[in-house]
């Protein structure tokens, strides 16, 4: 059987009690004998249903004594059953009475071992208070109603009555106190209070029916009012069910109105003896002034109650206030990381499947400079609201902060993939009123047993370093393995720091030479680390760690210094036709600094090297940073210094670029000088290299062909009609004493062939 068939059985019978009692009594319907039949088959029950929760001390405690009171009633019900023609003048037998009494007796012990989660400080002071103003309230009232008269009844109770009813109503109004102040706890307050009324109000009720009724309201009380005790239990029972399976949750409220309705049961008796009682008139208007006097002060309470009541329920709503901003980010209205590591926490605690993705708009930066911070604040909250868009109901989407924003996915079906395909689709199309086109890159991990917040952010931030290292706008999932060179990179990161205040940095040069003579025209300046435990490393490797950290602004600086004094040593050495320029490669970074142009003018100030013998290298990527570059670049331009485009071709926008932009030279990509002497049919191959010459040719710029290694690349270039040169085969990278050397030769046959000039 159920909880619910528990109280559908035990409301049977009080059922059947009452149908029973209305037949009694109106046409005299059996035996008065049989009143006593249902207490003890409701008692069974109810003793049965406790069965479910016998884990708990507390409910075992309420069977033992739900038992014996069953016992003892059914004791009495065969003893009256048996005795049926005397029914009307036996007392209930002794062994019977006792173990009614012990099991009250185990009910009231019950009741009073359950934990009170004691309030701390003054709060302890005021529940104590109150409770013993609830006690004494609630005793007046019975003392009045029901203790007294029965002492001073002129047929006096058995003791055996008196005993039972004392005990009643005592674990009755020492129940109820206690109970009206119970929070939390392994035992249901509904429950208990359940229980306590199962014991309290029969009691009650019954001694007032015998008080008032004298023994008539015997077969009423025995077959209506006491089987309503079992019925009460079993509701009893199935509340705890209810509240252990976490179907009802209820505010902790800690039984504020019970000290009123105290005030009130004083008063009732109170205005019972001022009215009714013969009594000399001060003593009357004393007993009613202080009634009065008490009602007035209750409801005076009740107000500032109200009020108080009204001041908590705004500093809750305040408390929610701020428990929302401190958990919300103020411009999109998402959750912030604060929240999202809260959650995370939460999501890892459970056993589903926890992913986290992390998402970072490419280039935001730039639309904040160029558009900005109004418009880059739109763009988020455009992008904010298009992630939550794209959301599942459980999942939680949230900015991080900057432009970084993060989706903690937990349902069952969550495929992070699906969600990082949908939101960089999403993306494919213009975002905000400003119809700007944004693009992310996404990082993603799923948390794996052990894993903890900060290694699952761990993770997704490595991918998401991955996709912008793979070339941003896509998305990677994080593999085991995958943080290791993204650690070796930042460990690079944090090591140059330390490199630049070593002077770990040289400066090599690679000539750039003339195809036709091979006389070095001019040379590339290119930076080496000389790194005292792995030796010399490329820049390749450390440049873009450079660019990262912002350290490419110094390093960038210091090359630019020391290529412009050893160009200016040259120019004195070999005269204006010794070595024509030497060109510097720039970094994007280095471009948006707003003291690079006056880094160069001072660069080229301090050496006394002239403008137009420096040559500043940029890629085309660099060039279309925005407007702030784009101020510098033509600056340098107006000043005489030559810009040379980089890596040409291997860009997007190759040609609209040569028009926009202030350059004077076009160094063709390697990639395109690379198999340029295979002579295949359709001369694909030198397709990019002539259609460059060409347009420089149109539009007056210098070339230098790149990366060539080979005499005959050397010659199909030159057929082409590229003039100058740079590649291994034409020089590698070397020192400024290397470079001294050759121009020291290249003097002395420019000598020879003076002297002896040419035929
Ligand atoms: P880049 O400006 O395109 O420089 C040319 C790169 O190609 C150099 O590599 C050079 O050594 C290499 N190279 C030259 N001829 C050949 C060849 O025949 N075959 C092959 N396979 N390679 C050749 P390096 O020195 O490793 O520099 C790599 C890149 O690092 C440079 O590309 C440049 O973008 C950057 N970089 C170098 N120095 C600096 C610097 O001082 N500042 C900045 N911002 N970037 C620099
Ligand atoms: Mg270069
Ligand atoms: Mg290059």
């Not at 884990?55 to 059914?74: E, K, S």
């Not at 109000?201 to 007032?208: D, F, M």
């Not at 200016?568 to 010794?578: K, M, Q, R, S, V």
Request: hydrophobic letters at 50%; glycine letters at 8%.
């Amino acid at each position: 059987m159920t909880a619910r068939t528990y109280v559908q059985a035990t409301t049977a019978v009080a059922a059947l009690g009452t149908i029973w009692c209305v037949a009694y009594l109106g046409a005299g319907f059996g035996l008065e004998a049989f009143a006593y039949v249902f207490v003890p088959i409701g008692g069974a029950l109810a003793t049965a249903s406790v069965r479910h929760l016998a884990r708990t001390a507390f409910w075992r405690a309420v069977r033992l004594a739900v038992a014996l009171i069953t016992i003892g009633y059914a004791w009495l019900a065969v003893d009256m059953l048996t005795h049926a023609a005397e029914a009307r003048t036996r007392s209930m037998p002794a062994p019977a009475a006792a173990c009614v009494a012990v099991g009250f007796l185990i009910a009231i012990w019950a009741l009073a071992r359950v934990p009170v989660v004691a309030p701390g400080g003054a709060e302890r002071w005021r529940v104590v208070l109150d409770r013993t103003i609830a006690f004494l309230g609630c005793a007046a009232v019975l003392w009045y109603v029901g203790l007294a008269p029965m002492l001073s009844a002129r047929e006096p109770w058995s003791p055996q009555a008196m005993l039972l009813v004392g005990l009643g109503l005592l674990a009755a109004v020492g129940a109820a106190t206690k109970v009206s102040y119970i929070a939390g706890g392994p035992v249901d307050r509904v429950a208990m209070r359940l229980v306590a009324a199962a014991g309290g109000v029969p009691a009650g009720v019954v001694s007032v029916l015998a008080v008032q009724f004298g023994y008539i309201a015997s077969v009423p009380a025995q077959a209506i009012v006491m089987p309503l005790a079992p019925v009460l239990v079993t509701l009893g029972v199935a509340a705890q069910i209810r509240a252990d399976q976490g179907l009802r949750r209820e505010p902790a409220r800690r039984g504020v109105l019970l000290p009123y309705l105290a005030m009130i049961s004083v008063d009732v008796p109170l205005i019972a003896v001022a009215v009714g009682e013969p009594l000399r008139w001060p003593v009357r208007v004393v007993l009613i002034a202080a009634v009065v006097v008490t009602v007035l002060v209750m409801v005076r309470q009740y107000l500032a109650y109200r009020e108080n009541a009204r001041l908590l329920r705004n500093a809750r709503v305040q408390e929610q206030r701020l428990q929302y901003e401190i958990s919300h980010d103020g411009l999109t209205g998402l959750g912030n990381r604060a929240l999202f590591r809260d959650r995370l926490t939460a999501a890892l605690a459970t056993t589903g499947p926890v992913s986290v993705l992390l998402i970072d708009l490419d280039d935001f930066k730039a639309v904040n400079d160029l558009l900005g911070h109004g418009v880059g604040d739109q763009l988020l909250v455009a992008v904010g609201q298009l992630v939550q868009a794209e959301m599942g109901d459980g999942d939680l989407p949230v900015r991080f902060g900057g432009d970084e924003f993060a989706v903690l996915l937990t349902g069952a079906g969550a495929e992070p993939e699906s969600l990082a395909e949908r939101l960089l689709t999403a993306l494919s199309d213009p975002v905000s009123e400003h119809r700007l086109l944004v693009q992310a890159s996404i990082g993603m991990a799923t948390a794996s047993p052990g894993d903890t917040v900060d290694s699952v952010l761990r993770d997704a931030d490595v991918a998401l370093y991955t996709a912008k290292q793979r070339g941003k706008a896509r998305f990677v999932r994080y593999v085991d393995g995958m943080g290791e060179p993204v650690l070796a990179s930042m460990r690079l990161g944090g090591e140059l720091r330390r490199a630049l205040d070593g002077d770990e940095f040289r400066v090599v040069y690679q000539p750039i030479v003339r195809l036709d003579c091979n006389l070095v025209s001019g040379v590339e300046a290119l930076v080496r680390w000389h790194h005292p435990d792995r030796g010399v490393i490329s820049p390749a490797e450390f440049i873009p760690a450079a660019e990262r950290t912002g350290l490419i602004v110094p390093l960038g600086r210091l090359v630019l210094r020391e290529t412009c004094r050893q160009a200016a040593a040259w120019l004195a050495e070999f005269g204006p036709d010794g070595l024509r320029e030497a060109a510097v490669n720039v970094s994007a970074r280095q471009l948006h600094d707003p003291d690079f142009v006056s880094d160069v003018t001072e660069a080229l100030a301090e050496s006394g090297l002239p403008c137009e013998r420096l040559v500043l290298e940029v890629t085309e990527s660099a060039v279309l940073r925005g407007r702030q570059v784009s101020r510098a670049l033509y600056e340098l331009d107006r000043m005489g210094i030559r810009l040379a485009l980089d890596d040409f071709g291997t860009g997007e926008s190759s040609l609209s670029l040569l028009r926009a932009f202030p350059a004077a030279i076009v160094k063709l990509d390697k990639s395109f000088v690379d198999g340029i002497e295979i002579d295949d049919r359709k001369h694909a191959r030198q397709a990019v290299a002539r259609a460059v010459i060409q347009l420089a040719g149109a539009l007056g710029l210098d070339t230098v062909a790149e990366g060539i290694e080979s005499p005959e690349q050397v010659a199909a270039l030159l057929e082409l009609g590229y003039t100058l040169g740079q590649g291994f085969h034409l020089g590698e990278p070397m020192t400024a004493d290397g470079v001294s050397v050759l121009l020291a030769q290249q003097r002395r046959a420019a000598r020879k062939q003076s002297v002896y000039p040419r035929a």
